[in-house]
């Protein structure tokens, strides 16, 4: 008998009460490639490796907000102002988490639509 070997993640989660304007914000204002709806409850996206499922919850034991995720971008500057522009709401702007001996990582926060909190992070290399 084989023994379980977690290779990933495959696919995540996102609730979303109006998933027509949760749509709109993963695959117009983020850019992410939208995959194929499944009913009028559920729509999936590719996010690298991982796909992403916008799903209106089933009942209130799962109506809650999403964990937070990180994504990952090359310049978070850019990215943030690019985002900022197209009306993404951000908490705060770009700043410093932690000087790491080759690189520096860098956060900004935003909501989408839905209310989630949501990361883009960067490894800047230093030099």
Wanted: glycine fraction near 8%; include cysteine.
């Amino acid at each position: 008998m084989a023994d379980c070997v977690i290779t990933g993640l495959g696919q995540i989660a996102i609730n979303v009460h109006d998933l027509s304007r949760a749509k709109h914000f993963y695959g117009q204002l983020l850019g992410l490639p939208h995959l194929f709806d499944a009913g009028p409850a559920l729509a999936f996206f590719q996010c690298g490796d991982v796909r992403l499922m916008l799903s209106i919850p089933e009942t209130r034991e799962f109506d809650h907000p999403a964990s937070i995720l990180y994504y990952r971008v090359t310049d978070i500057h850019a990215s943030y102002r690019d985002l900022a522009a197209k009306g993404v709401h951000f908490e705060d702007a770009p700043h410093l988490i932690a000087p790491l001996p080759e690189y520096d990582l860098w956060m900004a926060f935003a909501r989408d639509t839905e209310g989630n909190l949501l990361g883009l992070m960067a490894e800047m290399m230093k030099g």
